[in-house]
């Protein structure tokens, strides 16, 4: 059974920094592409980033509103993604997901499996 579990969530203030982690079970992590989403009070839900398995190249992608502020990472080992988020701004208020792509597949919204989510609250 795939779980993915979303932690880190939390209140931050403006300017200020969290790490989101998403635990992986039930399938080959090291296989697939994880993509982080958002879904803010009364939106659509909005992609965040993406980074592809080591042997599709590790590659990174990001939406120009969190380029530059967000990383995300992976640790295979551990079967962990990672969403390091700085420069917080009250606009990046929302619940994050982490999502599992298809195998083969880097994926933004075409995702097959998703977590429950971690509120994000960035507020003074």
């Known amino acids: 059974q795939v779980q993915l579990v979303e932690s880190g969530g939390g209140w931050v203030q403006p300017g200020g920094s969290l790490r989101l982690s998403c635990l992986a079970s039930g399938f080959d992590f090291s296989r697939h592409s994880i993509t982080w989403l958002r879904q803010a009070p009364g939106k659509g839900l909005e992609w965040v980033s993406t980074?592809?398995?080591?042997?599709?190249?590790?590659?990174?992608r990001y939406p120009e509103s969190v380029k530059g502020r967000f990383t995300i990472s992976r640790d295979d080992a551990k079967n962990t993604a990672y969403l390091q988020m700085q420069s917080l701004m009250p606009e990046d208020t929302a619940v994050y997901y982490c999502?599992?792509?298809?195998?083969?597949?880097?994926?933004?919204?075409?995702?097959?499996?998703r977590g429950q989510g971690t509120q994000v609250t960035v507020s003074s």
């Open positions: 980074i592809d398995s080591d042997r599709a190249g590790g590659n990174t």
């Open positions: 999502a599992k792509c298809p195998p083969a597949v880097s994926c933004i919204y075409q995702y097959d499996d």
